[in-house]
Structure formats: structure tokens, C-alpha cells
């Protein structure tokens, strides 16, 4: 009887480390995904959450600096179309006038970030805080594998808040969005080349860092009536959202 229960207390001291074995090998703990608790800040003291989807680390919100990493500040208050067309490294926010629900600038950029023109993406003095950068086209191919595919990635990707939820909010249906890895992909809209502000609270495109021709280069977008995330394309001089990682 002794040796019996001898080897049965054996077989559960196994059972036990060969659980934790397999358990540390995973890309993500049993109890949900890998999302950590580390604050980043930016140059201008905004703070940022990171998690961690598959073997990249990314933010938990999109960019809202106002200056390079060297304390050059970005071009902004170009609220004509012709200036922001014209413009060198430059960020906007989306104009509060055309969101129902926030009262000014300050609002939008904690709800939704700024929207940055590719010579701000791309300039060598840096955007994103120390150890992070504007990713790739590889990049984001890479976290879209990991999640499954274009035609779902986005819903993994997509906050759930949905209206009439306070902002930043997507519009319904918000198509099979989880946001099972803390994301938090919000609508932040985009500005045209020629400074029209769009399709907040519906839409999301993020800047890759990735140049396509002279006039284009490499963006991600993902939508309120779709589960997708996918590869665009987007002009040089128009405005769109920047999610950093390493």
C-alpha cells in the first residue's frame, strides 16, 4: 500500500513540473494574453501602456507627441487645407468641431492621438519613446500572421468600447471585435492630403514606415463594419494614427 502511494505522490510531482514546463513555453500565459503593466513615456511626458502579441511589444494606444525625440517640436496648428498640404514634419489633431461628444483638441488627442504626415513618420530625430519605433511593412505582416490572417486580425486588434459608449468609441456593429491582447485600436479618422478631416469613429489607419513610391508609402487599416485587418496604401502628405513597438 505504501509503495503504491509512493509512486502515486511521484506521478503527481511529475505531472505538476511537466505542466509548468509546457506552460512557460507558451506565447501566452493560460489565463489570457501577455499584456503588461510597463508605463512608456514620450519625450513630452505622455504616457503609454505595452504588451506584448507574439515576439513584438507594442503600445497600447496610438502616438500623441508634439516633438522629436530631440525636443524639436512638430509643425502644427495648420488648420487651412493649403497648410497642411504644404507642410514639412507636421502632426493635427482631428477637429473637435466634427466629434460630438469632446469639446477640444486636448479631448481628442487623449481619446483618439494624433494624426502624423510621413515627414514626421520617417524623419531620423525620432518619434516614438526610447526603445520603440514606427514599424515596418514586415512588421505588421508579422503581427497579422500571428493573429490569424488579414480577414480577422482587425477584430483581435479593435477596442470594444462601441456607441453610444463615451469616446474614443467605434461606431456599431464594431465587427467581432475581442481586443484580446489590451490594443485597443480606436477610430481615429485620417486628414486628407488636402487637409479634409474623415470617417472618425469608423475607421482606423495606422502609418508604416515602409515607403511605396514618391508619392505613397505602406499603411494598415481596419474598420467598424469589418473584422479585418489590411495593407494600403496611403499619400505622403495626409495624416494618419502611429502605433510604435519594438
Partial sequence: MKTVMKLRIYQLILLGILLMVFSNCRKDPPGGPNIGTTTVKDINGNEYGAMIIGDQT?????????SFNDGTPLLTWLYEGYEWASAGAAFCIYHPTYIDGLDDEDEVADAYGHLYNWAAV?????????GFRVPTQEDWDELVA?????????GKLKSKRTAPNTHPYWESP???ATD???FGAVPAGFRSSLGQYDLVGL????????????????????????????????????????????
Fill in 58 to 66: 507594442w503600445l497600447t494606444s496610438n502616438l500623441r507627441v508634439a
Fill in 146 to 154: 500571428f493573429l490569424g490572417g488579414e480577414d480577422i486580425a482587425g
Fill in 122 to 130: 520617417t524623419n531620423s530625430k525620432g518619434l516614438c519613446p526610447t
Fill in 174 to 176: 464594431n465587427t467581432d
Fill in 203 to 246: 475607421y482606423a489607419e495606422w502609418w508604416t514606415s515602409t515607403e511605396y513610391n514618391a508619392d505613397l508609402a505602406h499603411t494598415y487599416y481596419a474598420s467598424y463594419n469589418d473584422a479585418g485587418l489590411y495593407g494600403g496604401y496611403g499619400r505622403k502628405r495626409a495624416g494618419y494614427s502611429v502605433r510604435c513597438m519594438h
Fill in 180 to 182: 484580446n491582447f489590451g
